[in-house]
Each structure stands twice: as structure tokens, then as C-alpha cells.
């Protein structure tokens, strides 16, 4: 993302600390005085939010980086496909080789949608888990969602 536009990004961490803000999104360089101030909301208004909301979103941007990995898998393999083909210069083997590339296209789409569809599920059930008692929830993104 251009920091020239959006002077923020997710902190790349394994374990983030969802109820921090800063802790979850980091400036990109220093800001300036009006871009703090956003800054500064934006920390309140996750302040603001409960678990379950804070959750919601940090999923939202883990499933954005799985789709974009897949996207980048596909890419690859379309370019390693082409620069292979256009290597070939026996006409027989040329044709073998496009059916061959085509069924095993076909699997890596079929994966990459089924690593897809896995992770939404596997997220979607951890997003429906019960949180402990005492853990205020508001339910804001099950209401937005229809699931409450």
C-alpha cells in the first residue's frame, strides 16, 4: 500500500495483541499533525470495540492475505507455465505439454480454492466460538452479518 496515501499498516506479527491498537497498526512513517489526529481516533474507536468485533476485523485482514498469496501462487505458476511453453521447439511435444499444463492448472485453481474455502470456514467457526463469560460483547458484527 502507498504510505503516501494510507500512512498506516498491520503490524506482521504472529501473535497481535488485539486489544491494542498501536500494537496492531503501525504508522508507516511520521505523520503529520492532521494524520495523527486520525491516528488518535482511530485508537479510540478501537478502544471502543469488543472482542468479538476486534476479532472480526483482524480476520477480515488474515483472509484478505490468504487470498492474496493464492493470487500470487496462480501468477507464478502461469508465468512458469508460459516462459516453459515458450521454450519448446519440438511441434511434438509442444501440444503434450499444454494438455499436461492444463489439468495441472486446473488442480492448483481447485487447491488454491479449496485453501480458500477452508480458511473462510475454519475462521467462521472460530468467529461463532462462545467467548468466556465476562467478555462484554456488544454484537455489533453479528447484527451487520444477519447471524444474530
Given at each position: 500500500m502507498n504510505s503516501d496515501i494510507v500512512p498506516f499498516q498491520?503490524?506482521?506479527t504472529n501473535s497481535p495483541d488485539l486489544n491494542r491498537f498501536e500494537e496492531l497498526v503501525v504508522p508507516t512513517r511520521a505523520l503529520?499533525?492532521?494524520e495523527a489526529v486520525i491516528y488518535d481516533k482511530m485508537k479510540d474507536d478501537w478502544a471502543r470495540l469488543d472482542a468479538v468485533e476486534r476479532t472480526a476485523i483482524y480476520m477480515n485482514y488474515m483472509l484478505c492475505n490468504v487470498n492474496s498469496a493464492l493470487r500470487v501462487m496462480i501468477l507464478d505458476g502461469l508465468e512458469d507455465h508460459y516462459?516453459?511453453?515458450?521454450?519448446?521447439t519440438?511441434?511434438?511435444?509442444?501440444?503434450?505439454f499444454e494438455l499436461a499444463s492444463q489439468?495441472?492448472?486446473q488442480m492448483t485453481v481447485e487447491f488454491a480454492w479449496q485453501t480458500h474455502a477452508m480458511t473462510t470456514q475454519k475462521?467462521?467457526?472460530?468467529?461463532r466460538e462462545p467467548y468466556p463469560e465476562?467478555?462484554?460483547?456488544?454484537n455489533f458484527w453479528r447484527r451487520l452479518l444477519g447471524t444474530e
Amino acid at each position: 500500500m502507498n504510505s503516501d496515501i494510507v500512512p498506516f499498516q498491520f503490524k506482521k506479527t504472529n501473535s497481535p495483541d488485539l486489544n491494542r491498537f498501536e500494537e496492531l497498526v503501525v504508522p508507516t512513517r511520521a505523520l503529520t499533525g492532521r494524520e495523527a489526529v486520525i491516528y488518535d481516533k482511530m485508537k479510540d474507536d478501537w478502544a471502543r470495540l469488543d472482542a468479538v468485533e476486534r476479532t472480526a476485523i483482524y480476520m477480515n485482514y488474515m483472509l484478505c492475505n490468504v487470498n492474496s498469496a493464492l493470487r500470487v501462487m496462480i501468477l507464478d505458476g502461469l508465468e512458469d507455465h508460459y516462459a516453459k511453453l515458450d521454450s519448446i521447439t519440438d511441434a511434438r511435444i509442444r501440444p503434450a505439454f499444454e494438455l499436461a499444463s492444463q489439468a495441472l492448472g486446473q488442480m492448483t485453481v481447485e487447491f488454491a480454492w479449496q485453501t480458500h474455502a477452508m480458511t473462510t470456514q475454519k475462521m467462521g467457526s472460530i468467529f461463532r466460538e462462545p467467548y468466556p463469560e465476562g467478555v462484554p460483547r456488544k454484537n455489533f458484527w453479528r447484527r451487520l452479518l444477519g447471524t444474530e
